[in-house]
């Protein structure tokens, strides 16, 4: 009886997998041709999975979709969600992978907050005191998110910020800041060169959530001199994947996000 259970759930969750943003909408003998299923036994489930409001059907086409209860059991996840919880074990294999300083910010107001961080083992290493307010236009964290704010959000914050320098290379010039956040959201993150400690430099990948908002950012830090120009790609490609990661556990879903985010190649 267990193994028929097991079975028969195995069968329930192919047959939800089917559906995606590519996809939403699927029929009996498709739902068979990509599970492995017999016609009669995907029927048979989907007709079930309908009459318990886990999909609907199209009364002209006969195709199912996701139904509503699936979205009430979305909701009560995604409110249970804590990013750091979520980023803790990505951020951990991070800094495994690049000995150096992992910290997550997120968005508050007109600035970025550092709520986590794993400092590199290194003797020689940068350090984010957690609670930390900084403004969003110093720093790659700062300018990965607010790179993927709405554009009116960039022009406000931008507009009220007095964009104080922290050191000689601080962006302080409010149209060398756009064309700066323009090239991040084209490589799809930020890196910079001691904009707000000297000698310090970082990279920065943008962290999204359910409703398609940037939320956060996570960044690895370090002294400039270890920071060369392939050692910036390489981290680069890391910290993307990861907050990527980050967001995709956060609800956030990338398939008609191409145009948000693009990954580094």
């Not at 041709?33 to 995907?42: F, I, K, N, V």
């Not at 794993?118 to 607010?146: D, F, N, W």
């Not at 001199?225 to 050692?231: D, P």
């Amino acid at each position: 009886m267990e193994n028929d259970e097991k079975g028969v759930l195995a069968h329930v969750c192919a047959i939800l997998d089917c559906f995606n943003i590519d996809r939403p909408e699927v029929g009996v003998r498709e739902v068979a041709r990509l599970t492995g299923l017999t016609t009669s036994t995907a029927g048979r489930l989907m007709s079930a999975l309908k009459e318990r409001g886990l999909l609907s059907q199209n009364p002209s086409t006969r195709s199912y979709t996701l139904g509503m209860r699936l979205l009430t059991w979305t909701g009560v996840y995604l409110t249970s969600l804590d990013i750091r919880t979520v980023a803790q074990p990505v951020m951990t294999e991070l800094q495994q992978t690049t000995q150096e300083t992992i910290s997550l910010y997120v968005l508050d107001g007109h600035d970025r907050v550092c709520v986590e961080r794993l400092e590199s083992p290194q003797t020689v290493r940068i350090t984010a005191r957690l609670g930390r307010r900084l403004p969003l236009y110093a720093g790659s964290a700062g300018k990965a998110m607010l790179a993927f704010l709405p554009e009116e959000k960039i022009r406000e914050v931008i507009e009220t910020s007095a964009l104080a320098p922290f050191t000689a290379r601080t962006i302080t010039d409010p149209s060398i800041l756009h064309d700066e956040l323009e090239k991040v959201r084209q490589r799809g993150y930020a890196f910079s060169h001691g904009e707000w400690i000297s000698d310090a430099s970082g990279v920065a990948a943008p962290i999204f959530g359910s409703a398609r908002e940037v939320i956060g950012a996570l960044t690895i830090s370090g002294p400039s001199q270890r920071f060369t120009k392939e050692t910036i790609e390489k981290y680069a490609r890391e910290v993307v994947t990861s907050a990527q990661d980050v967001s995709r556990q956060m609800g956030y879903s990338y398939f008609q996000s191409s145009s948000s985010l693009r990954k580094t190649r």
